[in-house]
């Protein structure tokens, strides 16, 4: 008996097609000829996508690299020993504040900062600076009538921070959570600052854009990376009155992490902390946030200290009050709101 051959019929039509005298009709449906190639692969083809393949060859690699470091010690009898660059660095328990006229005569809110850091941190010595006090501290080849207060200000806790460490904090920063709970972890390095990470650079939006801020940083005495930005800062303030940007000191952070690989290096072991949780109740002034939102956020823990302005009109110090009810002994407004901390 001769065997009868397929016939094939197009699933759109149905017609059969003959190959051979007494053809048999099978019909290939899309889903039939899916379920044959699905069939086939499986067959053909290991279990296996090509993320797991290129990932197996990741694991391959690092493998590899470590035997070759294996081999590398036994030959040489040479040990890899990073402690000194690696222990936890110590900040000195001194906190830093300038304020240009004094702090009897700086603004009510300005106070009630100045007091919360003394408040919440019995066991460091606050320093207050002013324009008579700190010339004589600092040695900073300009004077502050010189230049203005901000730009004097920006070299001044770069200057002290290089020469004896401790923590810089601006003046209009409310501490909420004592240093010895938090910094010592973020600080190990021996620098710290707070950065605009991409998901809060949102806050700073369309001003200059930047990494680093200033309001607050911690240094051992002669690190690395405070000391390389101070010397780049004084060589940039030599024979200069006035700065091309408000915010010159930290686009020279940006600009020194481009240009000089050892700061990058330094400045990559920074801890990623984003800035805008020091700034909830600024976001509330300005934006009007649900006000049982932002007070269970500011008492979670997770905010350490809260950036202010000094100068705030009754209404906006009234709503910063809301959500921070430590101001309100504060809560009469400056008398002057023409320029900012």
Known sequence: MTPRRPEFASPATGRACARGNEPVTILLTRDSLSRFITCFWSVIVPSFSLWTSAFAGFVRTRQALSYVQRARRK????????????????????IWIYWDTGEASAPPLVQACIASWRE???????????????????????????IAVQSYADLLRLRLLTRFGGVWVDATTFCL????????????????AFTWTAADRWFIWPNVPRKIT?????????????????ARSLAY??????????????????????????FRRGAAALPQIGCFGPHLVHDHVQNGRD???????????AVPFQKLRWNWPAPDLARATEVLPELAEYAAPSPSASLSS
């Open 291 to 301: 006000p049982d939102r932002v007070r269970a956020a500011l008492t979670g823990g």
């Open 177 to 192: 959570r004592p240093l010895d709970h938090w910094l010592p972890m973020l600080a190990q390095s021996g620098f710290f």
């Open 75 to 94: 030959l040489t009898g040479r040990r890899l020993d990073g402690f000194e660059g690696s222990v936890p660095r110590a900040i000195p328990h001194t």
């Open 120 to 146: 919440k941190n019995p066991g460091w010595t606050v320093t207050v600076l002013d324009r008579d006090s700190a010339p004589g501290l600092s040695e900073l080849p300009m004077a502050p009538g010189d």
């Open 214 to 230: 200033n309001w607050f940083l911690a240094s051992e005495p002669g690190g690395a990376v405070i000391t390389a930005w101070e």
């Open 237 to 262: 303030w030599k024979g200069r009155r006035v700065p091309h940007v408000y915010y010159w000191p930290h686009l020279m952070w940006d600009f020194m992490t481009l240009t000089n690989w050892k």
